[in-house]
């Protein structure tokens, strides 16, 4: 182990937390963000409450921020990104964008993952109707404070259409998995939505509901209990509009019938991509992917957060579909793998 | 019949046309079979909200349709048609039109619970039952079913006495379901009874048939009865927009 910092690239909640765990141990880090602050997606996309603190982002993510900005251990690079990446374990060379030159022990990549872009979903509205929403977009209308309301008039909706898995499990746009929080995410937004305006009514067409775990009870039980959502068993063929309300078309599975339903409100619980940066970043730090075209992991469980690259681990949403809190557990993970390099950097650092 | 084997068209939905031309095309007759869609073109939110206003059924709206209520039915063992986890699906999305098909059958209920015990939801769907049923009657869409008429001779004897009186209930149930008296099980118990009891009972028996007595003051508990049923009934009434008296 060299004395070289710990490169961290991508400030997101798996990259804060990799660079306070390294910076709380007396290490080095060195944050290099491409985005013009840190916080990741939750802070970037203006997340509302989270799942399952029920906390604000800007409170939770923004904490961890503060965290990681007064950690003397910590130096931070925003608005910009790496460029090369050559040498070996304890004595990787890195060069910014900007001309900084970071000589680092190893690098860990916290770069996360891309919102699926609704546009590749024609069928379901968006882009043609102003009143077909992202889940990003809902997120944006409850942290600003500005209630739920139709983008067209600025009406609140009698009625919302929550559609499930847009941009996951779809093999004819070549997404082979599940996005992991959206069921968990849409449940709470549904909760939120029936809080903030009691005579919207909300539907959520699903094909699985996976709540997995205690998120079961919290929001997927708590959300048809109390709140009152209504879950449909229905993969939605197409939305369109008949002039003044959207029209929500598909099969209700349940009964076998078709349906075709106006809503006020439709909004597509949008999907984690791969970061569109990844062919880049593999091709720079020399780093696998795996099929689905996030970093590849060299082992599931031996060494948990290494890539392919021997000294070049991961974390977070850059690796699949994570949750905020499975990616900061992660990024400790990768922090400590980091810091035990070569089996011997705990106890140096203990000197 | 599990609900996937039903026909997906009914025959009242089959259309063929004496005398009628599409675009020059002549599609009269039998050939040219029309079907009408079957689609679903809105949800109607108040159903459901009626139907947990009637008392049983308040947890409708927990229902995640697993199924287990119908596996656990004693009624849908011999009849495959009656289907609870269908119903309460059909009132959820307020299918109004597709639960009527099935009024004349819901009441057949026999209040076993297997339901309520395997519902993992805790929807209690044997009380959906009997609130649905309720419903049908409040709406005027079927008759007085067997339970209520018994529900209400059951009521009417204790506002008036204060006591269940076994004899004059089961005669009134007879009555105003239509039955015969004479139902052979019924006499087989009466003479086993009275082949039995000791003679001070009968007398007993003969007494309190003819002189009906109350329990000691009644009259103030039977308003006080009287009031809260009728405030329960007005209650019920309005919550499915109903106005006035009176139980149709
Ligand atoms: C609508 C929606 C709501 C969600 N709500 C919740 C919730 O309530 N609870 C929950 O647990 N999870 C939620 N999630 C999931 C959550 O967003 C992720 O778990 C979390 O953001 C993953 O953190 P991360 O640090 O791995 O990645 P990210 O948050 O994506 O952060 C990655 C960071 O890396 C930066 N970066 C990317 N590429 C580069 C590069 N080439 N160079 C330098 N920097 C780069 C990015 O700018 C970003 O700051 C939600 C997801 C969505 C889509
Ligand atoms: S979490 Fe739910 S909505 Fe998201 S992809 Fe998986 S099944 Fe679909
Ligand atoms: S209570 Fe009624 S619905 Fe429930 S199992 Fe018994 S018969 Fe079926
Ligand atoms: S068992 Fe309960 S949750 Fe399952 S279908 Fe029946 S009522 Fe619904």
């Known amino acids: 182990m060299s004395d070289n910092p710990i490169l961290i690239v991508g400030g997101g909640p798996a990259g804060l937390a990799a660079a306070h765990a390294v910076g709380a141990s007396g290490r080095k880090a060195v944050l290099v963000e491409k985005a013009d602050r840190l916080g990741g997606a939750p802070i970037l996309s203006g997340y509302a409450k989270l799942v399952p603190s029920h906390e604000w982002a800007k409170d939770a993510i923004g904490g961890m921020v503060t965290r990681v900005q007064q950690n003397a251990n910590v130096t931070t690079h925003l608005n910009t990104s790496v460029q090369t990446f050559t040498g070996e374990p304890g004595a990787f060379t890195a060069t910014l964008k900007d001309g900084t030159v970071i000589a680092a022990d190893s690098a860990i990549l916290t770069t996360g993952f891309t919102h699926f872009d609704s546009l590749n979903k024609p069928e379901w509205g968006f882009g043609t109707y102003p009143d077909v929403v992202t889940s990003v977009q809902v997120e944006q209308m409850i942290s600003s404070g500005k209630g739920i309301r139709c983008p067209s008039d600025g009406r609140v909706p009698d009625r919302v259409a929550i559609l499930l898995c847009v941009g996951s499990r779809d093999r004819q746009i070549g997404r082979e998995w599940c996005s992991k929080i959206c069921c968990t995410v849409s449940a709470n937004m549904a909760m939120e939505i029936r809080e903030m305006s009691p005579k919207t009514n909300v539907y959520i067409y699903y094909m699985d509901i996976r709540t997995f775990g205690l998120l079961e009870g919290e929001f997927y039980w708590k959300s048809q209990e109390e709140a009152k959502v209504k879950y449909i068993k229905a993969r939605i063929a197409e939305v369109t509009s008949d002039g003044k309300r959207l029209v929500v078309k598909g099969e209700d599975t349940l009964v076998k019938r078709p349906i075709t339903i106006p809503f006020d409100m439709v909004v597509h619980a949008i999907g984690m991509d791969p970061n569109v940066d990844n062919m880049t970043l593999s091709a720079i730090f020399g780093v696998g992917l795996n099929r689905w075209g996030y970093l590849d992991k060299a082992s599931t469980y031996a060494h948990l957060a290494e890539t392919t690259r021997p000294g070049v681990y991961t974390a977070g949403a850059a690796s699949g579909p994570e949750t905020i809190d499975d990616s900061i557990a992660q990024g400790q993970a990768a922090a400590l793998a980091a810091l035990t390099r070569a089996g011997f950097g705990a106890l140096k650092a203990a000197e | ?248």
């Open chain 2, 1 to 248: 019949m599990p609900i996937h084997e039903k026909s997906l068209i009914r025959p009242e939905n089959l259309v063929t046309n004496d005398n009628l031309v599409i675009d020059g095309v002549d599609v009269s007759g039998h050939w040219s079979t029309f079907i009408k869609s079957r689609t679903v073109t809105d949800y109607n939110e108040a159903m459901q909200e009626e139907i947990a206003a009637m008392p049983g059924g308040e947890n409708i709206h927990r229902c995640w349709q697993c199924g287990s209520c119908t596996n656990a039915c004693t009624v849908n063992a011999v009849n495959p048609e009656f289907n609870p986890r269908y119903w309460i699906y059909l009132i959820r999305t307020g299918m109004e039109e597709e639960l009527l098909r099935d009024k004349d059958i819901i009441w057949q209920c026999v209040s076993c619970n297997k339901c309520t015990y395997a519902c993992p939801r805790d929807v209690f769907p044997e009380g959906v039952m009997k609130a649905t049923a309720h419903w049908l009657e409040l709406k005027g869409h079927t008759g007085k079913s067997p339970s209520s008429h018994f529900d209400d001779d059951f009521t009417e004897s204790i506002i008036d006495t204060g006591m269940i009186e076994e004899a004059r209930v089961l005669l009134t149930f007879f009555k105003r379901t239509k039955q015969p008296l004479a139902q052979p099980w019924l006499i087989a118990l009466i003479t086993s009874l009275l082949k039995k009891m000791p003679v001070g009972y009968l007398f007993r028996l003969g007494f309190l048939t003819v002189f009906r007595p109350k329990v000691r003051n009644w009259s103030k508990n039977r308003v006080a009865l009287q009031e809260y049923v009728d405030e329960r009934k007005a209650a019920q009434r309005a919550a499915l927009g109903m106005t006035g008296k009176g139980d149709h």
